[in-house]
């Protein structure tokens, strides 16, 4: 049974950071991709950034240059650094996986069978 627990969210002012830690545990696949997504109320799920095994990495353009996606593979757990945040990052986040034979791309989310519980970002500002 794979499972993604999610920790790290809170309250920031806009300009401040949070790192958010997804561990995994249960999978048996050789490589994997694992990806955070955020959602805001009333807005579909959006993908934010995604690593691969060999640490390859994808951001969206929304947060290119101020978050980095990074792992600990002894740890089995990835890290989303996000820094200079602003109020348009307050969102729900979540952490995802798949084991599938697919570039690594923070999407579609339908191929992602694996979710995390959630860790809420709010930016004031």
């Known amino acids: 049974q794979v499972q993604l627990v999610t920790s790290g969210g809170g309250s920031v002012q806009s300009g401040g950071s949070l790192r958010l830690s997804c561990a995994a545990s249960?999978?048996?696949?050789?490589?994997?991709?694992m990806a955070w997504f955020r959602q805001a109320p009333g807005k579909e799920r959006e993908g934010v950034a995604s690593?691969?095994?060999?640490?390859?990495?994808f951001y969206a353009d929304s947060v290119k240059g101020r978050f980095t996606i990074s792992q600990d593979n002894a740890a089995n757990t990835v890290y989303l650094q996000m820094s200079s945040l602003k109020p348009e990052d307050t969102a729900m986040y979540f952490c995802?996986?798949?084991?599938?034979?697919?570039?690594?791309?923070?999407?579609?989310?339908?191929?992602?069978?694996?979710w995390g519980q959630g860790t809420q970002v709010t930016v004031s500002s």
């Open positions: 690593i691969d095994s060999a640490g390859s990495t």
């Open positions: 249960g999978y048996t696949w050789s490589r994997k991709c």
């Open positions: 995802a996986v798949h084991g599938l034979n697919y570039y690594c791309r923070p999407g579609p989310t339908g191929i992602f069978g694996y």
